[in-house]
């Protein structure tokens, strides 16, 4: 994880959340940063949490900051979901 933060290039991540994003057995990061505003989610490359791949998660311009990032099977069908918060809408 301190590999992770390293890479993050002055990213500063108000929110994160781990989950098995990939489906790959290990845990990946979700985070969310208001400076600058966007969503990445981190896959992790290799066993010990040493090398990660970056992926920006696309959101509309309109939609303000990013305020929060939660990963969780919603409705128990096995599958994960993100949910998203900017400035109190959830989507």
Request: glycine share 4%.
């Given at each position: 994880m301190?590999?992770?933060?390293?890479?993050?290039?002055?990213?500063?991540?108000?929110f994160i959340d781990v989950a098995d994003m990939d489906g790959d057995g290990d845990l990946d990061v979700i985070a969310s940063?208001?400076?600058?505003?966007?969503?990445?989610?981190?896959?992790?490359?290799?066993?010990?949490?040493?090398?990660?791949?970056?992926?920006?998660?696309?959101?509309p311009e309109n939609m303000g900051y990013s305020k929060a990032v939660k990963v969780r099977d919603i409705n128990l069908d096995g599958k994960l979901r993100q949910s998203f918060l900017w400035l109190g809408k959830l989507f």
């Open positions: 301190l590999a992770l933060v390293a890479e993050m290039d002055g990213d500063r991540p108000d940063c208001k400076e600058p505003d966007r969503i990445d989610w981190h896959e992790r490359l290799d066993e010990r949490g040493l090398r990660w791949k970056e992926h920006e998660i696309s959101f």
